[in-house]
């Protein structure tokens, strides 16, 4: 997959949705934030990570001093400025090379990393977005794939400093897109250890699984539908979902 070209995509995608939009409209999906604010935490959020990547820092950076942070007043200038943040991302890694080390949340990652990390946050803010001014959401199957995936990478390596962890031990979770053409991509089977949770490819009985498109399954795991939507289909002990999504981080 080209990430940088997707990551193009859905920024444009966004900016276009929120351009004529209300500012202070609320978002549901992300308490006491309005729209003006998920635009600007996705804009400031590249531009942090290609601070981080280009100054190759060996830490946390306050992202109140990225540099143009902040979004214009107009419109226009905020699209153009979303539009700019991205690129941002891209051009730090060409400069400082893809495979250079970068730190990330999750430990020391190749600078790479970061494209498909403000990816998949861009696509969940933009399905934020839909849900607040009450318009549709599509996303490729295949991109929602990988975003599920890149998010239960997060979870994985999280999961051993978070307890209790997200699913008990010897309990596994099984994930099935319904979609066709995803192949071994689109099946995902979780297993709680006494120490964190790991993730493969595969098509394997869990003690419960959830099965439906893979966009649907990615908005669920990430709570921007209920539990219990009957867009999913739900198999086995329901209690292992549910615990699943109440522990994993957000």
């Known amino acids: ?19 004529d939009a209300d500012p202070s409209v609320p978002v549901p999906s992300c308490p006491g934030w309005s ?18 990547i280009r100054e190759r820092a060996d830490s946390v950076v306050d992202p109140r001093s990225v540099p143009g942070g902040k979004p214009p007043e107009d419109p226009d200038g905020v699209v153009k400025w979303l539009s700019d943040s991205a690129a941002t991302v891209v051009d730090a890694v060409a400069a400082v090379g893809a495979d250079e080390p970068s730190w990330t949340f999750v430990g020391p990652k190749p ?14 803010h933009r399905a934020d977005a839909a849900l607040a001014l009450g318009t549709g959401y599509e996303l490729p199957a295949e991109l929602a794939a990988d975003g599920l995936s890149e998010w239960l990478d997060l979870v994985a390596a999280r999961s051993a400093a978070t307890r209790p962890a997200p ?16 192949g071994p991509d689109g099946e995902w089977m979780l297993r709680g250890t006494e120490t964190e ?9 869990g003690t419960a699984a959830v099965r439906g498109s893979a966009v649907d399954l990615l908005l669920a795991t990430l709570r921007r539908l209920p539990a219990d939507t009957d867009r999913l289909e739900f198999i086995g002990d329901a209690r292992v979902w549910s615990t699943f999504l109440e522990r994993s981080p957000f």
């Open 1 to 19: 997959m080209d990430y940088a070209a997707a990551l193009f995509e859905q920024n444009r995608q966004l900016g276009e949705l929120t351009r």
């Open 35 to 52: 729209l003006g604010q998920l635009v600007r935490h996705v804009g400031r959020g590249h531009r942090w990570a290609a601070t981080i």
């Open 111 to 124: 600078s790479a990393w970061w494209v498909r990390r403000r990816l998949h946050e861009e696509t969940v």
């Open 167 to 182: 699913l008990e031990p010897g309990t596994t979770l099984h994930l099935h897109a319904t979609d066709d053409g995803l």
């Open 197 to 205: 949770v790991s993730w493969e490819h595969g098509h394997v009985k």
